[in-house]
């Protein structure tokens, strides 16, 4: 069981350039998150979707697209990449939060992005 | 706005010895808590998370917290800390009444002395 696989996880991108973060989960789990780690910070929501087809905005979602045209895949867009975004991006899935004791989020082990 | 607060940026301790992680919050409701570990390289681990009921949650890893509400604070223990439990430890709360949209704390760095 893979559980949520993070793609790439190293990567540098010159200031304004874009790429694509790659995010896929093989339990059906409906709700998928993209959070962002800065160095000596917790986490911070860019974006979730509770279903293929449903996105919206976390905390940060300025300068970030994302789509989820399956259940199992949540990719994230950096357009015009700028300084600012250096960071640990982490994608997770929950089964269903808030539902019971017997439900988490898995995380993926992340994906390190350098913009210079 | 909400947030969540986690004092110490740093705790060292024995191993072998008993553990207290500090989490507080602001909400005017009762939240939903959770406690994540983060190994070295690794992605976040569910430790427990408190939604309703006992105030005191028992999770993986011998863990277990315990909700005052009087005190918006959600520490963390550990009777006897082994080595392996040395990890970033991040308290959240959900956003509101949201289960699944978190607010996380800045961490807790634990070091386990030998």
């Known amino acids: 069981n893979a559980g949520v696989t993070q793609t790439p996880k190293f990567r540098i991108l010159k200031i304004g350039q874009s790429m694509t973060l790659q995010c896929t989960q093989d339990?059906?789990?409906?709700?998928m998150y993209w959070y962002r780690q800065d160095p000596g910070m917790g986490l911070k929501l860019i974006y979730y979707?509770?279903?293929?087809?449903?996105?919206d905005k976390g905390e940060v979602p300025n300068g970030y697209n994302v789509s989820r045209s399956t259940t199992e895949d949540f990719p994230l867009r950096l357009e015009l990449a700028a300084p600012s975004q250096t960071s640990v991006y982490f994608c997770?899935?929950?089964?269903?939060?808030?539902?019971?004791?017997?439900?988490?989020?898995?995380f993926g082990q992340g994906t390190r992005l350098t913009v210079v | 706005a909400q947030s969540v607060t986690q004092p110490d940026i740093h705790i060292t301790v024995s191993e072998g010895a008993s553990l207290e992680l500090r989490c507080n919050y602001s909400?005017?409701?009762?939240?939903?808590l959770f406690w994540y570990v983060q190994s070295p390289g690794q992605g976040l681990q569910l430790l427990l998370k408190?939604?309703?009921?006992?105030?005191l949650v028992q999770g993986i890893k011998g863990f277990e917290a315990e909700f005052k509400r009087s005190q918006s604070s959600f520490n963390l223990r550990k009777p006897s800390v082994h080595w392996s439990d040395a990890a970033e430890y991040f308290c959240?709360?959900?956003?509101?009444?949201?289960?699944?949209?978190?607010?996380f704390g800045s961490g807790t760095r634990l070091l386990v002395r030998p």
């Open positions: 997770a899935s929950d089964s269903l939060p808030g539902q019971g004791l017997d439900t988490e989020a898995f």
């Open positions: 339990m059906n789990h409906n709700y």
């Open positions: 979707s509770v279903g293929a087809g449903i996105t």
């Open positions: 909400y005017g409701a009762t939240p939903y």
């Open positions: 408190y939604f309703s009921g006992d105030t």
């Open positions: 959240a709360v959900g956003e509101g009444d949201s289960s699944y949209k978190l607010i």
